[in-house]
């Protein structure tokens, strides 16, 4: 009967997003307000799973209303996702159930209302959708006053998610949803490991409730799946491994790339033709620069650094430069590399300081 039960309640979360297809040619028809879930543009597993469960959670406490989960890129990316693809996937999602970028068109819907996870500020190309944002839940950097806004800091935006969701509905038990969010909290959180100083009381507490309903998970297994997932990217060219976890950071027509990767960036500057790579990359992208964010998890030891790349003589290229460098709040502790020769290399001493920490850095560099 568990079994099932399980399998429906699956087939549940399945059904609602294959209706929600059929729906969209007539969106600007709807005379109600169409809600959007919208995460962040490097769409990884927390942008990814915070968006599905809250809309899939919202759509089922008010049954009438539109909801609909956005990833924030376009479908031709969504295989550059892979641990995003493989949880996805181990619900039966692919990519033909999910609303994209160029599925919708955001700024033709008078009937938006627009909810943003994962991030409470929207791009610069975004700016003219600012009205129509209703709610924010999100865990980096606060750069928004807007009144309805959930923002603290802690190691996964989709443990203030389900905080939200058991909040609005305590007896929230979608298996699928737990599922998705119990290995996004670990991945995010590196397994919940005091050491890599990601983790907060509110993640290990949701991921208690998860399961509360789940029973008992082999955690560390877990964690290692979803980490070999996300390292799974010998298939990908160095340009693919730059938009595979981009955010954009742009001001007055300067755009800044920052690109994490699943291994140190001094690995990813040895790839295959990386100098023509990168240039096309930063030429197609309009970008001035390109920081590569790279990082290796060897069991308990999480190494990091840093590569910089593009126009070395640009006012904006040398700002970032030294912002990075000499930044106390959080310091990087960054060792210049002199060993790497087409490219700034650092190795990154402050193990705990990931782009969430990194993007305000450049971010108020490009301002000042």
Known sequence: TKLILLDSLLQEMLSWLTSLQSLLPRLSCLPS????????????????????????????????????????????????????????????????????????????????????????????????????????????????????????????????????????????????????ILKTILLDTVGLQPAAKRVTPLDVEMVGKCEEVLGPQDRGEMFRRLVEEKSRVDHLTVGQLCRRDLKVVSKDGVRIALSSVPMLARRWTELAEVEKEVGDFIADGHYTVLLVIGIDIDKDNVTRDLVL???????????????????????????????VSSFVRYSQQNRAASRKQILPIVKQALEG
Do not use: W
Not at 40 to 45: F, P, V
Not at 107 to 130: F, G, I, W, Y
Not at 309 to 337: R, W
């Open 33 to 180: 307000p169409v809600t959007v879930v919208m995460g962040n543009q490097a769409c990884d597993l927390d942008s990814g799973v915070s968006c599905l469960t809250l809309a899939f959670h919202r759509a089922a406490a008010q049954p009438g209303s539109t909801v609909l989960p956005m990833f924030n890129i376009h479908s031709k990316d969504f295989p550059l996702k892979t641990e995003l693809v493989a949880v996805l996937a181990e619900e039966n999602i692919h990519a033909e159930h999910l609303i994209f970028r160029d599925t919708l068109d955001l700024a033709s819907m008078m009937n938006l209302q627009l909810v943003l996870v994962d991030h409470n500020v929207l791009t610069e190309e975004d700016r003219e959708l600012e009205s129509r944002v209703v709610e924010i839940i999100d865990h980096h950097a606060k750069e928004t006053d807007h009144e309805n806004a959930t923002i603290e800091q802690v190691g996964s935006c989709s443990s203030l998610v389900l905080r939200q969701i058991i909040s609005e509905n305590p007896s929230f038990q979608d298996p699928s949803c737990l599922r998705m």
């Open 309 to 339: 790349a593009g126009d070395e003589a640009s006012d904006s290229y040398k700002k970032i430069k030294t912002a990075l460098e000499n930044n106390t709040e959080p310091c990087l502790g960054l060792e210049l590399d002199k060993t």
